[in-house]
């Protein structure tokens, strides 16, 4: 490490900060704040999250003793600070690069990573349950669970804090809200207020006038009611806690989350209170990196080689999320029915253009898929036609709502699945890799995957004007490699594969963008004299039997290329559907493995997992040799 590092370069475990003073624990946040933004700038990264919670790290790490204390943050990508603090300091340089640490909290990584999530609204029910165990183990120490005011939208966290309320166990929440405005009681009269509230001398007092009102002779009701609702009364007026007091949830704050000292002061005053507490702190996402504080949105995830003095790059082939953004807005503009959801993420799913066009037919529901869902069926039966965006993996957090108010209803909701297949850097939480199988499963579904970004535009006036049930369009996060922008969308027959090229020596069946790599494995083939027969199969269910009949009855080796895990795959149900076809040539499944792929940029990925156009050509040719 270089000089201006002068503080960070000795800390290499929590227990290196122990001892340093105010000004040096400033210097460190600001060493930190630095070395993040000069590594994140180059390799990629969640920048603005963890800029925003340098000053809370630190603080946590000061106050308590992971990994003894256990520390829970909420999805973390925020915890880029925390990695820094814990020995990671120096692998910070390869965070989501193949072969390097984890993007988010990873227990095998490290001790101090005491859960692994990805997904939001996961830490309050995970820091309940930790609570619990230590209690019946009968140990002693802290469990603090870092939630942001966004995953506070996830009903998971209400139903945390409903379990919580009841359990009544010591733990402490930290509410990070990072929110852009800030609300006028924030600031001397707050800050003086939170002083008082969570002084220890004044915690004393409080509970032991509630002891002593409960030895009164006659009229503690009465007296212990009135001190009760004079407190309520007063936070009502002064702060936003009341509602988790009422859940028997100490509700303190909100506090600036960026003042280390008071920070630390706060946090000190309230760690020890033998129930469960909720620390509410306002944060500055971005904070420290002027663009990432104007833009925190635009720099909540960097791409690698990002200099701080310039926006992150833009990617030069069109990727699917615009398509499909492009072509609800022509949608929409005929169909006033349509409708467009999204679960916080309008951005990542192409929605933001259509949100300015259509505000009052756009919905971003917060962290909350299931509650997505299910607002979508109403609306599908009230006669709208919503179309719902959400990531592959977040769509599992809803697949009740998906059998139980869509399936079976058979109401019209389209959904469209980004992140369908590997991810990349973002790594196993985020792989959109069981898609297939979890929809497949359902009956009376359409599940649709197009190989391009023309057939996307088609599927999604095929699922337009299909009324029978759902419809589900899946896509990778990458480009749509689009051949004639002018093309007109028109509805496709459901459940029809399109012949993409004949050939009589193989048969090579390819999902969604894997027919790009199918495709050259054909052309590879081809230089080896092997003519092969190409076939798009566009629709997963519905599947083609009757072109999927001929083909096994011809070719004596046909293959499957899928990019979803193997069980429950469109590849097992071709093989599946072979055995009932007497002759029928063999199925070669080239699909992912059963088991969780690591993070790294998805060709590294799809060369570990063998699907790559040289390793689909070679088996071609070593089954040919063996014939």
């Not at 001397?188 to 006038?209: C, G």
């Not at 097992?572 to 199925?587: E, H, K, L, N, T």
Request: hydrophobic share 40%; proline share 5%; glycine share 8%.
């Amino acid at each position: 490490m270089t000089d201006k590092y002068k503080i960070l370069q000795t800390v290499h475990s929590p227990a290196d900060i122990k001892t340093l003073s105010n000004e040096q624990l400033l210097q460190l946040c600001q060493e930190i704040r630095d070395y993040t933004i000069e590594v994140v700038s180059e390799t990629g990264g969640h920048l603005a999250p963890t800029l925003g919670v340098v000053e809370l790290t630190v603080a946590l790490h000061k106050v308590f003793n992971s990994p003894k204390d256990k520390i829970i943050w909420d999805v973390g990508h925020q915890a880029y600070a925390h990695k820094i603090l814990t020995g990671r300091r120096d692998a910070l340089k390869t965070i989501r690069q193949y072969g390097g640490i984890s993007g988010f909290c990873k227990p095998k990584e490290s001790e101090h990573d005491i859960y692994g999530a990805g997904h939001a609204s996961t830490s309050i029910s995970a820091g309940v349950g930790f609570a619990i165990a230590r209690d019946l183990k009968q140990e002693k120490y802290q469990i603090i669970s870092v939630i942001g005011d966004g995953a506070l939208t996830g009903g998971l966290s209400f139903e945390g804090l409903n379990n919580l309320g009841h359990l009544r166990t010591r733990m402490m929440i930290i509410l990070n809200d990072n929110a852009m405005s800030i609300s006028r009681n924030v600031g001397a009269m707050s800050k003086y207020l939170s002083k008082i509230t969570t002084n220890p001398i004044y915690n004393r007092v409080r509970d032991e006038i509630w002891k002593l009102t409960g030895k009164l002779p006659v009229g503690k009701s009465t007296i212990r009611t009135g001190i009760k609702k004079l407190e309520e009364s007063l936070k009502n007026l002064l702060v936003p806690g009341v509602l988790f007091d009422e859940m028997g949830i100490r509700y303190f704050g909100p506090i600036d989350g960026n003042d280390l000292p008071h920070l630390i002061e706060t946090i000190e005053n309230i760690k020890d209170i033998n129930s469960p507490v909720i620390l509410h702190i306002l944060t500055q996402k971005g904070r420290g990196f002027a663009l990432a504080e104007a833009n925190p949105q635009k720099f909540h995830g960097i791409g690698p080689a990002a200099k701080p003095g310039s926006a992150p790059a833009k990617n030069v082939e069109t990727p699917f999320l615009k398509v499909f953004g492009d072509e609800l807005i022509k949608i929409a503009k005929k169909d006033k029915r349509v409708v467009a959801i999204t679960a916080a993420m309008p951005d990542g799913t192409g929605l933001s253009e259509f949100a300015e066009v259509y505000p009052d037919r756009f919905f971003d529901v917060g962290i909350a898929e299931g509650h997505g869902v299910t607002f979508a069926a109403a609306l599908a039966a009230s006669g709208m036609r919503p179309f719902v965006a959400i990531y592959s993996t977040f769509l599992q957090r809803a697949y009740d709502m998906l059998i139980h108010d869509i399936a079976i209803q058979k109401l019209p909701v389209i959904f469209i699945l980004d992140r369908a297949g590997l991810v990349g850097a973002d790594g196993p939480t985020h792989h959109g890799v069981l898609d297939i199988a979890y929809l497949r499963s359902i009956p009376d579904v359409v599940v649709a995957a197009p190989r391009n970004g023309e057939e996307l535009r088609h599927l999604m006036q095929t699922a337009l004007n299909y009324t029978a049930g759902p419809f589900f369009i899946r896509y990778p996060k990458d480009t749509a490699q689009l051949n004639r922008k002018s093309v007109k969308s028109t509805a496709l027959p459901i459940g029809q594969w399109e012949v993409l090229s004949e050939g009589k020596d193989v048969a090579i069946i390819a999902v969604g963008p894997m027919n790009h790599i199918a495709d050259k494995a054909a052309e590879i083939l081809k230089d080896q004299g092997i003519s092969t027969k190409r076939v798009d199969a566009k629709y997963v269910k519905p599947y083609d039997e009757k072109l999927l009949k001929t083909m096994l009855k011809k070719f004596k080796h046909v293959y499957m290329v899928e990019e979803n895990n193997y069980p429950g795959s469109l590849s097992q149900a071709v093989r599946a559907f072979s055995a009932s076809i007497p002759g029928a040539g063999q199925v070669h499944a080239h699909t992912l493995p059963d088991a969780f792929v690591t993070h790294g940029t998805r060709a590294q990925l799809l060369a570990e997992v063998k699907l790559t156009p040289e390793e689909i050509a070679s088996a071609v040719l070593k089954n040919m040799d063996g014939k």
